[in-house]
Structures are given as structure tokens and as C-alpha cells.
């Protein structure tokens, strides 16, 4: 039986068909469709945009798509092979994968795409333009318009031939809160899935999370609130430097620290050091490291708390923390406490006691770690 989603007597479809006869007659239709819809075609008039007209794929000259590439090569390395994972869920569903620069200009593309039909080839190919002023109205355009992920089907693209598509889109946030580009999933004459938005918002979260691991840095911060469990794509993520200069940071954590600001009211990461975002300094969370169990509270300057578990840069690779709170490879953290430690003593001579009083632990602890007894 088919879904009452996709029968042809859908009252969604119905409103779409009504709202597009209300366009075409030169009426905006005020609350039919999602307020970012009639944004976007309201935005596609003010181009000069018609309804009626066809929508042409044009692609940007070659010196400029030579650029754009050279512009976003760390953009499309670092989403590759999370869309050839994305290209597994997707593999039945007659739909494919786009990425655009922050322009809209497709960089790169995956999945079951086939370039026998021109209506897939024509918006696949590298170099593409398929911004707002260019297409209209697409899931492509509008997110990157409205900075938020978006489900748009069939009669909803503002072009009457771009309404074979339907599509799921969601906007690429770089490092430094800036926007970078977007994901799409687009089909053609497909089955409206609009579960795709939370598939294309999971997946841009983890380009976004790559793109802010591959930043220099020298500690990254996971960050949730009490309660959560650590290690999963819903933290936050902050990048810091070996003074505690922020050098990146996801938008999750951007929206957990008012500081970092996220959007326009972004700040500058060099500009921000890691005690102006928290009531603690650098070296505390270096120092949780050589603890079996790093994970601590931060106090916001809000007064607001966050769970933290401190991560160096070498150990990003480990698997995420379980719910347990207990770190993904305790012996390794142990060994890098335990050669802490033996380091202190041995640049105090085997004086245990300034050894101690320089890590600021007790006698007996650095006895403990180091599996020998105390000595009276």
C-alpha cells in the first residue's frame, strides 16, 4: 500500500499546487507554505526571477572553477570519505549526494548519480552554479540563505522544471563559525523522504566536527552538560592550542559558550583565550590528563556549568567514551600518568617528597602510581 504521504491526493501536495498558482499569478502565498519558502521566493522576484521561466544550469568559466577548487580542496578532502559512508544509506533511495562551496558552486558529489540523465548530470557536474540568483528556490539556496537545514519537494522550487527534484539540505559551518558551504540530497522524480533532513544534518555535523579536528591544535575540549555522556556527535568540540588559544570550535560549542558567539556575532579564534571562556585556567586541563579518568566540570562565566573531557590531539583516534564515564583506553591515559610522574622524580633526583609537592599530589599517590611502597 502507499504511504498517504505520497498519494496524489496528499493535502501537502495539494497546498504546494495551490501555492504555486497563486506565484505564477504574481501572488505571494502568505502562510501556505514554510515562512523560509516564501522567503526564498520572495527573494527570487527581487532577482528578477519568473516562475514560468526554466531554470538553466550554468557552469562557472573555467578560471573561476579552477579557483573555487583550489579554494575548498581541504572542504571536499575532508568530506569525502564521510560521504562515501553517507552514499551506504542512501544506496536505495534514488537519491544523491552534492556539496557546494559557500556560493553555491557544486565542489564535489557522491552516490548513485546517473549522468545518463541530464537532469542529474546537469546539477552534479563540478563547478555548477546553483545559487538562488541562478536556479531559484532549492534546498541548496535556501540553506545556504537561511543558514538552518531544509526539506523542499517538487512544487516548492521556484523554477516549474526544477520541480522534479526534491531535496534535503543543510549549511556547512567552518572552524572559525563562518560559513564554508552545504550537503544536499537530491532526488528526481523520487518518493518524498523527509526523513533525509535528518540524515543531511547528522551527516554535515560530522564534516563540521572534521573540519574542526583538522585545525591545528594541541588539546581539544568535549564538551555536553551534566548528565550527557561524553564521545558522541551531540558535543561540542574546542580546539585549543599549547597556550590555550582557541584555535577551533564546532557550532554546538559555539551555542554552548556564549562567548565563542556563532553566526554573525562570531569571534575571531585567535582573539580568544580559553580562560575567558571558563572560570579555570589552561593548566587544569592539561593537568586532568594525568588523571585515569580526565573528565571534569567547567564553570561558564555565566555561571552555568559543562561537562569537559580534555583529549590530546594524539589520542583523537581512541573510540569515544560509554556511558560508564570511564575513558576509552584507561591503560593508555595510565601510562602517560605513570611517565609523568617518573619524569618529576627523576628531574628531582628520586626526592619523592619535591616530586610530589611539584605535581601537587601526595607522597604516598606518586608511590602508589609508581607501584612501590612508601618509605619511612
Given at each position: 500500500?502507499?504511504?498517504?504521504?505520497?498519494?496524489?491526493?496528499?493535502?501537502?501536495?495539494?497546498?504546494?499546487?495551490?501555492?504555486?498558482?497563486?506565484?505564477?499569478?504574481?501572488?505571494?502565498?502568505?502562510?501556505?507554505?514554510?515562512v523560509?519558502?516564501?522567503?526564498?521566493?520572495?527573494?527570487?522576484?527581487?532577482?528578477?526571477?519568473?516562475?514560468q521561466?526554466?531554470?538553466?544550469?550554468?557552469?562557472?568559466?573555467?578560471?573561476?572553477?579552477r579557483?573555487?577548487?583550489?579554494?575548498?580542496?581541504?572542504?571536499?578532502?575532508?568530506?569525502?570519505?564521510?560521504?562515501e559512508?553517507?552514499?551506504?544509506?542512501?544506496?536505495n533511495?534514488?537519491?544523491?549526494?552534492?556539496?557546494?562551496?559557500?556560493?553555491?558552486?557544486?565542489?564535489?558529489?557522491?552516490?548513485?548519480?546517473?549522468?545518463?540523465?541530464?537532469?542529474?548530470?546537469?546539477?552534479?557536474?563540478?563547478?555548477?552554479d546553483?545559487?538562488?540568483?541562478?536556479?531559484?528556490?532549492?534546498?541548496?539556496?535556501?540553506?545556504?540563505?537561511?543558514?538552518?537545514?531544509?526539506?523542499?519537494?517538487?512544487?516548492?522550487?521556484?523554477?516549474?522544471?526544477?520541480?522534479?527534484?526534491?531535496?534535503?539540505?543543510?549549511?556547512?559551518?567552518?572552524?572559525?563559525?563562518?560559513?564554508?558551504?552545504?550537503?544536499?540530497?537530491?532526488?528526481?522524480?523520487?518518493?518524498?523522504?523527509?526523513?533525509?533532513?535528518?540524515l543531511?544534518?547528522?551527516?554535515?555535523?560530522?564534516?563540521?566536527?572534521?573540519?574542526v579536528?583538522?585545525?591545528?591544535?594541541?588539546?581539544?575540549?568535549?564538551?555536553?552538560?551534566?548528565?550527557?555522556?561524553?564521545?558522541?556527535?551531540?558535543?561540542?568540540?574546542?580546539?585549543?592550542?599549547?597556550?590555550?588559544?582557541?584555535?577551533?570550535?564546532?557550532?554546538?560549542?559555539?551555542?554552548?559558550?556564549?562567548?565563542?558567539?556563532?553566526?554573525?556575532?562570531?569571534?575571531?579564534?585567535?582573539?580568544?583565550?580559553?580562560?575567558?571562556?571558563?572560570?579555570?585556567?589552561?593548566?587544569?586541563?592539561?593537568?586532568?590528563?594525568?588523571?585515569?579518568?580526565?573528565?571534569?566540570?567547567?564553570?561558564?562565566?555565566?555561571?552555568?556549568?559543562?561537562?569537559?573531557?580534555?583529549?590530546?590531539?594524539?589520542?583523537?583516534s581512541?573510540?569515544?567514551?560509554?556511558?560508564?564515564?570511564?575513558?576509552?583506553?584507561?591503560?593508555?591515559?595510565?601510562?602517560?600518568?605513570?611517565?609523568?610522574?617518573?619524569?618529576?622524580?627523576?628531574?628531582?633526583?628520586?626526592?619523592?617528597?619535591?616530586?610530589?609537592?611539584?605535581?601537587?599530589?601526595?607522597?604516598?599517590?606518586?608511590?602508589?602510581?609508581?607501584?612501590?611502597?612508601?618509605?619511612?
Amino acid at each position: 500500500m502507499t504511504p498517504a504521504a505520497f498519494q496524489p491526493g496528499n493535502p501537502r501536495l495539494a497546498t504546494i499546487a495551490r501555492a504555486r498558482e497563486l506565484l505564477l499569478g504574481g501572488q505571494l502565498p502568505t502562510g501556505a507554505l514554510p515562512v523560509w519558502v516564501e522567503r526564498s521566493w520572495q527573494r527570487c522576484l527581487q532577482h528578477g526571477l519568473q516562475p514560468q521561466h526554466q531554470a538553466v544550469f550554468e557552469v562557472v568559466n573555467d578560471a573561476l572553477a579552477r579557483r573555487t577548487l583550489e579554494a575548498n580542496q581541504h572542504l571536499v578532502h575532508t568530506a569525502r570519505p564521510i560521504l562515501e559512508n553517507l552514499g551506504r544509506a542512501i544506496v536505495n533511495t534514488r537519491y544523491f549526494a552534492i556539496l557546494t562551496n559557500r556560493e553555491g558552486v557544486v565542489v564535489d558529489n557522491s552516490g548513485p548519480i546517473d549522468h545518463t540523465d541530464p537532469r542529474a548530470h546537469l546539477i552534479t557536474r563540478v563547478g555548477t552554479d546553483l545559487s538562488e540568483r541562478s536556479v531559484g528556490t532549492t534546498a541548496i539556496s535556501t540553506a545556504l540563505a537561511e543558514q538552518q537545514p531544509v526539506w523542499l519537494h517538487r512544487g516548492e522550487h521556484f523554477f516549474s522544471n526544477t520541480a522534479i527534484y526534491s531535496c534535503a539540505g543543510a549549511p556547512l559551518i567552518g572552524p572559525d563559525g563562518s560559513l564554508v558551504g552545504m550537503l544536499d540530497l537530491t532526488g528526481i522524480d523520487a518518493l518524498e523522504r523527509p526523513e533525509l533532513k535528518h540524515l543531511v544534518t547528522q551527516t554535515a555535523i560530522k564534516i563540521e566536527n572534521a573540519l574542526v579536528l583538522a585545525q591545528d591544535h594541541a588539546l581539544m575540549l568535549r564538551l555536553n552538560w551534566p548528565g550527557s555522556t561524553l564521545g558522541s556527535e551531540a558535543d561540542g568540540l574546542l580546539c585549543l592550542d599549547a597556550d590555550g588559544w582557541v584555535t577551533a570550535a564546532n557550532p554546538i560549542a559555539r551555542q554552548m559558550v556564549p562567548h565563542l558567539g556563532c553566526g554573525g556575532d562570531t569571534l575571531h579564534p585567535t582573539h580568544l583565550h580559553v580562560s575567558e571562556l571558563f572560570g579555570m585556567q589552561v593548566d587544569v586541563l592539561f593537568d586532568a590528563l594525568r588523571h585515569s579518568n580526565p573528565t571534569m566540570e567547567l564553570p561558564l562565566w555565566t555561571g552555568l556549568r559543562l561537562r569537559a573531557l580534555p583529549v590530546l590531539r594524539a589520542d583523537e583516534s581512541q573510540p569515544a567514551l560509554r556511558a560508564n564515564h570511564t575513558s576509552p583506553d584507561a591503560r593508555h591515559l595510565k601510562d602517560i600518568e605513570t611517565a609523568l610522574i617518573r619524569q618529576a622524580v627523576d628531574q628531582a633526583r628520586g626526592n619523592v617528597a619535591q616530586a610530589a609537592q611539584a605535581l601537587g599530589i601526595s607522597r604516598a599517590t606518586v608511590y602508589r602510581k609508581m607501584g612501590q611502597r612508601p618509605k619511612h
